[in-house]
């Protein structure tokens, strides 16, 4: 396959263990496939979740908080040490990163958002890796009470921003393999789709709950960021992150996981 600018999200849960810290060995190899692929020519953005998980085990916390306060400051510790943490895996394979925190605001307002395209594109033309995550000491009030819910979960970020830089391809690495016709935890036989090309009233139904406690995405964000990356012409696939070295293979075109197809960005003028 040709893609040549790429979004990878990579969700809480692929990032983390169990206890909310921080999955070292996950963080690595997700880092060094990514730093290969941007070695071999290709645009890399990531969009990484984790910090109010990641941010509650660093300040000893036995659960996620409940209060909106104690959320946003969950966030800020784990900001910080992701982006520590990434910056020092980045660096180890020979590849610069820059950190982008996001609010709704700056993908909404026009003029902010031709900004934010013109760094995306700086950064991406000069072989730099931008690691985005929503700005959840900020944005975390607008989302939780309603105000101004443009973001609200990172699968939806994710396509947000390849609407914006133009991406190519928008990779979700989540804890399931693709998109099933019921929840494979709950239904053995449940179907896997390898590719969809239309989103379907049926295929919506097929929306389950949220993941692993860390997490606040299900398959119902992942549908919608795939509506809002397949409208941009930009085909999206759903895959599951406990294997980074798959993205190798999706971008040969091999059948992993469920790619969402979206009509030529051509097609679309």
Not at 91 to 105: K, V
Request: glycine share 10%; charged share 25%; aromatic share 4%.
């Amino acid at each position: 396959m040709n893609e040549k600018r790429l979004v990878v999200k990579v969700g809480t849960s692929t990032l983390t263990h169990s206890s909310g810290a921080l999955n070292l060995h996950s963080m690595e190899r997700l880092v060094r496939v990514l730093s290969d692929l941007s070695g071999e020519g290709r645009q890399v953005i990531l969009v990484t979740s984790g910090a109010i998980a990641v941010g509650t085990a660093r300040m000893g916390l036995e659960q996620r908080p409940d209060s909106l306060g104690m959320k946003q400051a969950a966030a800020a510790v784990g900001q910080c040490r992701m982006m520590h943490i990434y910056d020092k895996f980045f660096t180890e394979y020979n590849r610069t990163m820059a950190q982008i925190l996001l609010t709704g605001d700056d993908v909404e307002e026009p003029s902010r958002a031709e900004h934010l395209r013109r760094t995306f594109s700086a950064l991406l033309d000069i072989g730099v890796i931008p690691v985005v995550n929503e700005n959840d000491s900020v944005s975390s009030a607008e989302i939780e009470t309603g105000r101004h819910k443009v973001l609200g979960d990172n699968d939806t970020l994710s396509a947000i921003v390849a609407r914006l830089c133009g991406a190519d391809l928008l990779v979700l690495l989540s804890d399931i393999d693709g998109l099933y016709s019921a929840d494979p935890r709950a239904t053995p036989d449940a179907k896997l789709f390898r590719q969809v090309s239309e989103l379907t009233p049926e295929i919506l139904q097929m929306a389950g709950g949220a993941g692993s406690w860390q997490g606040t995405g299900g398959m119902a964000t992942k549908l919608s960021a795939a509506k809002i990356a397949m409208e941009a012409g930009c085909d999206m696939v759903i895959a599951n992150g406990a294997n980074p070295e798959a993205l190798y293979e999706i971008l040969e075109g091999k059948k992993i996981g469920t790619r969402f197809t979206a009509r030529k960005k051509e097609e679309l003028l």
